[in-house]
Antibody, heavy 116, light 113 residues
């Protein structure tokens, strides 16, 4: 069974940093592009970042460019999102997702709350 | 960036009736090299992550009931639920994967009347 499990969410103050992790299982992780997608409370979906299977292609939404860094460890079947200079508008559930063009697998998400 | 606009924002449909959701992209998402539209539809039930229903605008994902049908090309797309069931009450999103940044529509909430 394909599974994506996010960890690392929490409550922190504006300007803080946080690292999200995603553990993948049930598929050949190194063969797939991966993304982070977020959803603010009661709001719609926002794509955050993408990393290709070989890490050669990385993309970010303008809203996080320069503050967030996506990475992966194919040997450990893991995806990461380093989030710095966090703002209130970064408050959201962050989903780790697999993409084959479309997004065909979603984790349950981890909640990040940025508040003073 | 490609802007995705869905209509309506919400609708209420009786059980067994048809629900129609529209999605328009600000630029064409048709890849002329393979004649495929890079457009997906997702369903999100309350408290759940989204689930892929349709990709390439009209290809139903494995296990998705055939009452869900996607159509359209270029900039205009439609998701039809032909005979609404209680479990179809959810928010539906379209998304383009033609270019970065990937973008979603704002969502359409489907409720049971």
């Amino acid at each position: 069974e394909v599974q994506l499990v996010e960890t690392g969410g929490g409550l922190l103050q504006p300007g803080g940093s946080l690292r999200l992790s995603c553990a993948a299982s049930g598929f050949t992780f190194r063969s797939y592009g991966m993304n982070w997608v977020r959803q603010a409370p009661g709001k719609g979906l926002e794509w955050v970042s993408y990393i290709s299977s070989d890490t050669n292609t990385i993309r970010y939404a303008d809203s996080v460019q320069g503050r967030f860094t996506i990475s992966r460890d194919n040997a450990k079947n893991s995806l990461f999102l380093q989030m710095n200079s966090l703002r209130g508008e970064d408050t959201a559930v962050y989903f780790c997702v697999r993409s084959v063009g479309a997004i065909d697998c979603w984790g349950q998400g981890t909640l990040v709350t940025v508040s003073s | 960036d490609i802007v995705m606009t869905q209509s309506p924002d919400s609708l209420a449909v009786s059980l067994g009736e048809r629900a129609t959701i529209n999605c328009r992209s600000s630029l064409s998402v048709l890849d002329n090299s393979n004649n495929k539209n890079h457009l997906a539809w997702y369903q999100q039930r309350p408290g759940q992550p989204p689930k892929l229903l349709i990709h390439w605008a009209s290809t139903r994902e494995s296990g998705v009931p055939d009452r869900f049908t996607g159509s359209g090309s270029g900039t205009d797309f439609t998701l039809i639920i032909s005979s609404l069931q209680a479990e179809d009450a959810a928010v539906y999103y379209c998304q383009q994967y033609y270019s970065f940044p990937r973008t979603f529509g704002q969502g359409t909430e489907v409720a049971i009347k």
